[in-house]
């Protein structure tokens, strides 16, 4: 009888168990699936509006993702000559752009398309506007901005596809989380253009060593705790960025920098390939390439967004150490300006100028520092042409469109030393050398100083050979590897 007892008690155990786990197992299969009908029910639905689209217009759609459309910087000008070859490609099919701009019209994005850019499509574009693009906005989350953002751009990406449902799906902005939405629920072929890998190996090293930068501030490198979260919370965040964007038809990336680390992430070589950005080198190479050594002030030209990671800062601190190490007279600090170009997309940009004004009274430099916002073209080209020196001081800058402008416009370039200038810009040419890179605000210092000094002619050489160097970056290279790239996808829709 002693030992029925245990025998007895496991096996009522296991009977109570199992009288707990089978409704247990039971309900998880009911949910799993309601859930599989939910999805299968909202993809009926989506493809059913589709479908009834299809018949009433006749033609099948292309939609490119991009809540930014109407700000001035490198993607932008990616979009509008990507719409403008693929128009001219294939006449018979229907473009729509899905942007947040709700302050605009269409007519009015276009027209600034124009106004920036010099780009002007074979024909008009259908818009739809999102209403919830503050749900992407980093200012929204002040911690863990990856991931608030990429769960943001879900929303956004539901609020599109509910609005309007294409064939082909292009996310050409970096929001790589919408693709299994449009691809799985939407039923859509999709592809994606990357510009900058939303995180990367790059940052997961800055943290791990503790290099405070924008993104990475001084209370994090400063706590042991803190920084191993950041690296888990990396990593997780890379597992699932990988997975999202492996969903992708046709991976696109603007420069080799951004194609090493995609590789690494998406893990999808075979559909992955290198697009330079267009950057309109023609209409820069009518800035005649002479000797300037009769100028009476020497001009830093910076084109770019107002955003951190283009760090401003290390520019103006960098122009201070410039003029400190120039001479008194009129070979000194008197000779020499910095113009500062770019575009601000929102309030965070406008206050990040008036901060950099602030720097600029700080350092006493603000009357040789000219700030020049949202200008149209034909004044950047303007400022571009009269400059010595460009700049750039980004790092790990994805690709560098305004670095290619200012080597066509016949400027000596002075970049960062990493990332896509380091890597595809600012390189040998025929074994002669393009430009100039740095670092640091001693390094950057140093450059200018080396650049000024340069005999004219020496100079003159220099800029000669960047702008020859930059051909391959022009639109028309751009379309004819965009168009080779796409043709597969498009052929999946005829």
Partial sequence: ?????????????????????????????????????????????????????????????????????????????????????????????????????????????????????????????????????????????????????????????????????????????????????????????????????????????????????????????????????????????????????????????????????????????NRTSVIYPPCDVSAFLDIPLEEDGDKKCHSIVSVGQFRPEKDHRLQIRAFKKALDRRRDGAAGREALKLVLIGGCRNQGDEDRVLMLRGLCQELGVANRVEFKLNVPFEELKREVGEATIGLHTMWNEHFGIGVVECMAAGKVILAHKSGGPKLDIVVPFEGGQTGFLAYDEDSYAEAIERILALPPASRLQIRRNARQSVARFSDQEFEACFLAAMEPLMGTLE
Avoid at 22 to 46: D, G, S
Avoid at 54 to 59: E, F, L, P, S, V
């Fill in 1 to 269: 009888m002693n030992n029925l007892g245990p025998n007895c008690m496991c096996h009522n155990m296991r009977l109570l168990l199992w009288k707990l786990l089978l409704p247990l197992v039971f309900l998880c299969l009911l949910l799993i699936a309601v859930l599989v009908l939910l999805v299968l029910a909202v993809r009926f639905w989506l493809q059913s509006n589709r479908n009834a689209r299809r018949a009433r217009d006749g033609r099948l759609t292309v939609a490119f993702f991009h809540p930014y459309c109407n700000a001035g910087g490198g993607g932008e000008r990616v979009l509008w000559c990507a719409i403008r070859a693929l128009q001219s490609r294939y006449p018979d099919i229907n473009f729509v752009v899905y942007t947040g701009d709700l302050g605009v019209t269409g007519h009015q994005i276009l027209e600034g398309a124009r106004r920036r850019f010099n780009i002007v499509l074979p024909r008009p574009v259908q818009f739809v506007f999102l209403r919830h693009r503050l749900l992407v906005e980093p200012g929204l989350f002040p911690h863990f901005t990856l991931l608030g953002q990429s769960v943001g751009s879900i929303f956004l990406g539901w609020e599109a596809l509910t609005e309007f449902v294409p064939d082909l799906y292009i996310d050409s902005m970096g929001y790589a989380f919408t693709l299994p939405l449009f691809r799985y629920l939407g039923g859509c072929s999709v592809g994606s253009y990357v510009h900058y890998p939303t995180i990367s190996t790059d940052m997961l090293s800055v943290v791990r060593e503790g290099n405070p930068r924008f993104n990475n501030p001084d209370y994090v490198t400063n706590s042991l705790f803190l920084s191993a979260f950041k690296v888990v919370y990396y990593c997780l965040f890379a597992l699932l960025y990988g997975m999202a964007g492996s969903c992708s038809d046709l991976i696109m990336v603007n420069s080799s920098w951004t194609l090493d680390h995609i590789l690494s992430l998406w893990r999808s070589p």
